[in-house]
């Protein structure tokens, strides 16, 4: 929280109208914003999406798209953060059918000229506020404050985003769902996530270790993790359950005291997720389900893709 309200706020200003967005790139900047000015809708896209604005003002007039357009496709893109604040101007007086629409297609605010800076100013504070403090609230809720791992909430988020973007670049994506396997074969079974055993704490500890920047390490339930795989198919995922065995097994003890035998793993992926007829949160459910079997059958071995599962 500190940290956000420190930097200037960053606002994105589209318009092809080079005295109107210098005019606003003055005002914006003598109140303590940092302003980036594009002069198309494609490029307002391209960098709403790329640098994470805190707020986006878009001239209704813009040429190459109108900038109701510009609102419904950042509305419609899981990875644009839909707590950022978009303004449109216009020129002249709207009627309310084409407030109506722009607000419809997501935007926050619709201002005509003369336009009042001073009440512009106010609004854009509040919002900006209200999204401090829902990033805030979000934070908390993504990531578990006591084991830092992501909850199942964040890992869900986390799936649509991934995928959203695996799905628009053809590429693999995989998950890996796993628990820890102790000596006597009983599953750790902690009351909560705050109540860690040590069987899931070196569990945890190792997935971060083995895991690439680039995966995502979360919990999905009580005594279960997940790895969230982006680039990985299927046999890449089989490999990083293989590297987090190794991993366990060279562990000289946990640290609380007791040993890990080993991992119960189950795990899904495809080479194209925009080809496989399935969602992000079908692969984490997939991955899921080759754990329950695995639980249940333990006389079956101890990993398995959802792929091998019996008919």
């Known amino acids: 929280m500190i940290e956000s309200q420190a930097r200037s706020p960053l606002i994105l200003i ?12 003055s005002v914006f900047e003598l109140n303590g914003y940092t302003v980036m000015r594009v002069e198309s809708g494609r490029r307002a896209l391209e960098l709403a999406r790329r ?30 953060n839909h707590a950022t604040p978009i303004v449109i101007t216009a020129a002249a007086h709207a009627a309310p059918r084409v407030r109506t629409i722009a607000y419809a297609a997501g935007a926050w605010e619709y201002t005509t000229q003369p336009l009042d800076v001073e009440l512009l100013l106010l609004k854009l504070n509040t919002f900006l506020r209200a999204r401090r403090e829902l990033d ?19 890992m869900q988020r986390l799936a649509e985003q991934l995928g959203a973007r695996a799905v628009r670049k053809h590429e693999a994506f995989a998950c890996v769902a796993l628990t820890a396997r102790l000596p006597d ?16 704490a070196d569990v945890a500890d190792v997935c971060r270790s083995q895991s690439r920047r680039s995966d995502v390490v979360g919990s999905v339930g009580e005594t279960r993790l997940a790895i ?8 890449g995922a089989r490999n990083l359950v293989g590297r987090l065995q190794k991993a366990l097994d060279e562990l000289p003890g946990t640290r609380r005291g007791s040993k890990v ?51």
Not at 136 to 150: E, H, K, M, W
Request: aromatic residues 6%; hydrophobic residues 40%; charged residues 25%.
């Open 51 to 80: 640098a994470s604005p805190d707020a986006i003002l878009l001239d209704d007039c813009l040429t190459d798209i109108d900038a109701v357009d510009v609102c419904r496709a950042l509305r419609d893109d899981p990875l644009f």
């Open 14 to 25: 589209a318009s092809d109208a080079e005295w109107m967005s210098r005019s606003f790139e």
């Open 261 to 311: 035998s080993g991992l119960r793993a189950g795990y899904c992926g495809v080479s194209d997720l925009a080809t496989a007829k399935m969602g992000p949160g079908e692969v984490v459910r997939r991955a899921e389900t080759a754990l329950n079997h695995v639980q249940s059958h333990t006389s079956e071995g101890q990993v398995l893709s959802f792929d091998e599962l019996p008919e």
């Open 185 to 200: 074969g009983e599953v750790s079974s902690p009351s909560t996530m705050q109540d860690l055993g040590s069987a899931f």
């Open 136 to 154: 805030q609230v979000q934070s908390r809720a993504l990531i578990d404050p006591l084991t830092g791992l992501y909850t199942p909430f964040g």
């Open 228 to 235: 969230l795989a982006p680039e990985t198919d299927a046999t």
